[in-house]
């Protein structure tokens, strides 16, 4: 007879554990876009500036330079500094840039960059991307740079190849064709490639009921063991 509230408080002590452990389970909110990797040229070179990744060019050496560069697509509060420049060259035979990058840790994977070409430069560009880094893929159609950057950057949005999530061995690459002088050229600034992290951000509402939930299992348990105190000094 004396034993049914003690089974009862048991009860609820239980269940109030087992509403604070589903707390946990609550939504929560994933982190919004992260830069992987930055390229801004501003000191003329093909290493990344921000983040980790590899930008190689099988252009001839001669034809990659570096030109003024802009503030379409800057992040972190990059100047605008240089450019990646990159020409025809005599025979015209200059291709691609390629990218590795790590998304190991990211989702929805997205790649942008400025772009601009002169009128005899490559009018014909190929954006592609790779889950190994060998087997390369296009994405989307050929697109041609207009010949000043502009302010809006080229994006492309990868959040339909799910491949890419979470995947060390990523890569993208633009292949240049459609030059028409040896001096004709194109350039590319502020190359981002960017994710969402898979670490995600409890919502303040899962942590005030997580809160809730663990100072009422306390303030029960302190309760009891002041009646149970109680009855003994009685």
Do not use: C
Request: hydrophobic share 40%.
């Amino acid at each position: 007879m004396f034993n049914r509230p003690k089974r009862r408080l048991t009860r609820r002590l239980q269940l109030n554990l087992m509403l604070a452990v589903l707390v946990l389970f609550l939504p929560t909110k994933t982190a919004l876009a992260d830069p992987i990797a930055i390229w801004n040229f501003n000191d003329s070179d093909l290493i990344v500036d921000h983040g980790t990744g590899t930008m190689t060019s099988n252009f001839v050496p001669a034809n990659v330079g570096f030109a003024a560069g802009t503030t379409n697509n800057v992040r972190l509060g990059d100047p605008a500094g240089q450019a990646l420049s990159l020409q025809g060259g005599s025979s015209n035979a200059n291709n691609g840039i390629t990218v590795l990058v790590s998304t190991f840790g990211f989702s929805n994977i997205i790649v942008s960059f400025a772009t601009q070409g002169t009128g005899t430069g490559f009018n014909n560009n190929q954006f592609q991307y790779s889950l190994d880094g060998v087997t390369f893929v296009d994405f989307g159609s050929p697109f041609a740079p207009l010949v000043a950057f502009g302010s809006v950057p080229v994006v492309f949005d990868l959040v339909s190849i799910p491949g890419l999530n979470n995947n060390p061995d990523a890569a993208f690459r633009i292949v240049f064709s459609g030059a028409t002088t040896a001096t004709g050229n194109n350039r590319i600034d502020n190359f981002v490639v960017e994710g969402s992290s898979s670490t995600t951000i409890p919502e303040p509402t899962t942590i005030a009921l997580l809160g809730t939930g663990i100072t009422t299992l306390f303030a029960r348990g302190w309760k009891r063991r002041a009646r149970k105190l109680k009855v003994k000094q009685m």
